[in-house]
């Protein structure tokens, strides 16, 4: 982001590092961007409830909203101006400042992490040597946003959702946290686009096929990511049909939508994370990054626009698996979530590491041993692909079932 | 195969009264919970008084009473054809069975004999009802257990019993199709193909069902082992219908005190087997359930071949009167269990009195000895796997 400001300031024939006014510049721009992030997260939110209602009422055999707009795609609009008008409720037993100020964490935790997440070859705002552990950091802050919540409501059923989710999240973020350290290690830095360019445009040469411990990793982050998501099957702190609606249950209107505002949008954050650690990035198969930043005018406007559509349609395609899981799992039981993260994904997560660092040790020495480790996993995931295909369509022959996307729009 | 996490003998139960248990809870420094009478998984308004020690529940006092309204005393004040319609209201969800059962009832007061074909038209609409009603339970368990997608499945195919039954009766959910002495309307032209038509369909569905949530590797974590009832235990607390034959006990009355047509047709009485857990668990309460409305489709088709031509009316008095003090007692397989209708004739057109004896309310029972040491979640899939539905507990 500095550096496209100091283009600019040059461009208009100043040397920024002596113009008196390059920190106004960099503060505007610093504004500008903020902006730009918070509403891209909140539309990119909307959409997605949409989309979500869309999705689940597909798989459900229903409809879903389609009134408003072409195919009710203006329904999250109409959901937005409907909270924002609605009375902001604090109830009379409540904690008023940490009641008000809940969602605020909630926001600002959510919107800090769109800081460091990339989303093409050069669209990042900006590309910290630590942007990682950036990410894993401020995403702590919805947890304190939801205890908070759950404490100041002065209700039992929130205080029950609020310790689940501190208990849930907070677990959940040492296995998430350690399978982020393998890409991590195999590509040497913290830096988010620092390690999509270390991995390839085509399948074999993401780190989740780099070899079994990274497979595993990417299993154990999108588990974790769930669970840190609040998404089913570890939707225990809003679990509707036992805590009625969790730690959110006494909030009202524009309130209210921060929290499933930020909900929604971590389906965004959470697919996007996997993207740039595990699948590539917004890397083009076939061009290398090296031709990507040595490329000039309108190629690199295409190249740019082309790397974007890749980010953005390999994480939509996980964001519309986080929703597909949603709709098909049951919920599991406080006991079994925390069995789960403590007895398998934590000492996982530490044997994938082990693995991982001894494996590197082992491709640094007979390198030919790496590229056949990523030949077989990539085999196997088509062989899994194509099972999982084979099944699908058995199933629905079974069944009978009739293909039908394009009613009842 | 799960544990069992809690030991299948009877406490003892103490007799003390709600208020004295929150007196107590109030000392012990546990958290007293209200669950309902607006909880969304207590199934209509029901309250549990919760006592907990953080998720970890301590007992769970089931309040009845929010949904009385005075059923069994209305049957005191209508003529015998006048309460039919009520009956509905006993069991919205199983209407035609407690229509069965009063009619049933009242049928035996007058030593009536119901024409042959009116008796099948009953078995086809209460076997129907049957399979809607544990559409519904199924479908509210897994939503409970926080699978929602089954509950549309289940639905929709309600949707199609629905159908079917509006166009037997006219109604989709009260029917008053039942009369004293028959059924209301014969079936109507081409009932039949429709019936086996949708009979093919749902045959195939119910194996889908099965691969969406009975199987499911969560489902059965949540619900292996959970509360399970012992046979002795289940009888102890006069558990009836389903709920009994999780726990391993082989009775249903359509078998063992046969009633109506069902001497004439081929069916299993699915009983618990503890397939991924322990007998008479909360899986193997949705279990056989499953296996029932199976079971209801074998008993349609049957009926379906079966039917004679005839009558669907017995010859009745335009006022039915009776002798005073005459009592007779009907027992029905409801899809809830056994249910028993009492009528004791009274002097004019009314009776007497009324006594409705149903599945749900003694179920409720059950609750407190089995929620000890269970969790809040599992409370909820308790509650939904016992298959209690308010307006039959209280009446």
């Known amino acids: 982001m500095q550096g496209f400001l100091d283009n600019l300031i040059r461009h208009f024939g100043h040397d920024p590092a002596t113009w008196p006014w390059t920190q106004f510049v960099y503060l505007g721009g610093m504004a500008l961007f903020a902006f730009a992030v918070i509403n891209f997260a ?272 390999k994480t939509l395609f996980w964001v519309f698996v986080v929703m597909w899981l949603r709709w098909t799992l049951p919920r599991i039981r406080v006991d079994q979530m925390m069995n789960m993260c403590w007895k398998y994904l934590v000492p996982m997560s530490f044997a994938a590491v082990a693995f991982v660092a001894v494996w590197m040790l082992v491709v640094h020495a007979v390198p030919a041993l790496g590229l056949v480790m990523r030949a077989i996993m990539f085999v196997l995931g088509v062989a899994f692909t194509v099972f999982f295909v084979y099944r699908t369509a058995q199933n629905i022959r079974d069944t009978g079932d009739k293909f039908d996307f394009t009613s009842n729009w | 195969m799960t544990e069992a996490r809690r030991a299948p003998e009877t406490p003892t139960m103490e007799m003390t009264s709600n208020k004295e248990v929150l007196r107590r809870i109030e000392y012990t420094g546990d958290m007293l919970l209200n669950m309902g009478p607006q909880h969304p998984s207590t199934h209509g308004v029901i309250n549990f008084l919760v006592q907990t020690d953080g998720e970890v529940m301590k007992r769970a006092i089931p309040e009845v009473g929010y949904l009385h309204r005075s059923l069994e005393k209305i049957g005191e004040k209508v003529t015998y054809n006048g309460y039919m319609p009520y009956t509905d209201r006993v069991d919205y969800i199983t209407a035609m069975c407690a229509n069965q059962g009063y009619a049933m009832a009242v049928e035996r007061l007058l030593a009536v004999t119901v024409p042959k074909r009116a008796e099948y038209c009953r078995t086809i609409a209460t076997e129907l009802n049957r399979i809607s009603s544990h559409l519904v339970s199924l479908g509210t368990m897994a939503m409970d257990v926080g699978a929602v997608t089954p509950f549309p499945y289940a639905l929709r195919e309600r949707e199609f019993i629905n159908d079917l039954l509006e166009e037997l009766c006219g109604a989709r959910l009260t029917y008053n199709y039942l009369r004293i002495g028959g059924v209301a309307y014969d079936l109507p032209e081409g009932y039949a193909e429709k019936l086996v038509t949708f009979l093919d369909h749902f045959e195939k569905i119910l194996p889908e069902f099965n691969r969406l949530i009975t199987y499911n590797e969560i489902f059965v974590q949540r619900l292996a082992g959970l509360a399970p009832i012992s046979p002795e235990m289940a009888i102890d607390y006069c558990l009836v219908g389903p709920n009994l034959r999780a726990s391993g006990v082989k009775f249903d009355v359509r078998k063992d005190i046969p009633y109506s047509i069902y001497p004439e047709v081929q069916f299993e009485v699915p009983v618990g087997r503890g397939e991924v857990g322990v007998t008479g668990d909360s899986w193997d309460r949705f279990w056989v359930r499953c296996e029932e409305m199976r079971q209801s489709c074998r008993i349609l088709r049957q009926c379906v071949a079966q039917i004679p031509k005839g009558e669907v009316m017995a010859k009745m008095p335009r006022k039915i009167k009776m002798t005073e003090g005459l009592e007779a007692y009907s027992r029905i397989e409801s899809s809830r269990g056994d249910m028993q209708y009492y009528v004791v004739a009274g002097a004019g057109e009314n009776a007497y009195r009324v006594k409705v004896r149903t599945g749900s309310f003694t179920a409720m029972g059950i609750i407190d000895v089995l929620s000890r040491g269970l969790m809040i979640a599992d409370l909820v899939a308790l509650i939904a796997s016992l298959d209690v539905v308010a307006p039959e507990i209280d009446r």
Not at chain 1, 95 to 102: G, M, S
Not at chain 1, 174 to 189: E, Q
Not at chain 1, 230 to 250: I, K
């Open chain 1, 42 to 313: 909140a539309i990119t939110a909307g959409i997605f409830s949409w989309a979500e209602r869309r999705v689940a009422a597909r798989m459900q055999s229903r409809v879903g909203p389609n009134r408003v707009g072409p195919g009710g795609f203006l329904q999250w609009v109409a959901d937005a101006v409907k909270l924002l008008t609605k009375e902001d409720l604090v109830p009379a037993e409540a904690d008023k400042i940490l009641f008000r100020a809940a969602p605020y964490f909630m926001m600002v935790g959510f919107a800090c992490v769109f800081v460091a997440l990339p989303f093409s070859h050069r669209l990042v705002i900006a590309d910290m040597n630590i942007g990682i552990f950036f990410i894993i950091a401020v995403t702590a802050l919805i947890v304190v946003g939801i205890i908070m919540s759950g404490w100041s409501s002065n209700s039992k059923w929130s205080l029950f959702g609020a310790i689940r989710s501190a208990a849930q999240i907070i677990s959940y973020e040492i296995p998430g946290g350690i399978a982020l350290m393998i890409p991590v290690m195999l590509a040497g830095t913290l830096s988010t686009q620092g390690i999509i360019r270390a991995q390839g445009g085509l399948p074999w040469q993401w780190f989740v096929f780099d070899n079994p411990a990274a497979f595993v990793a990417f299993v154990i982050y999108f588990i974790s990511a769930l669970a840190e998501g609040n998404r089913t099957p570890f939707d225990l702190p809003e679990a509707e049909s036992e805590l009625v609606s969790g730690y959110n249950t006494e909030y009202s209107g524009m309130r209210f939508s921060y929290f499933f505002l930020v909900e929604w949008g971590n389906m965004w954050v959470m697919s996007a994370l996997a993207t740039t650690m595990f699948l590539g990035g917004w890397q083009i198969p076939g061009v290398s990054a090296a031709t990507l930043d040595a490329a000039t005018g309108g190629t690199a406007v295409a190249l740019e626009l082309l790397s974007l559509a890749i980010f953005v349609g």
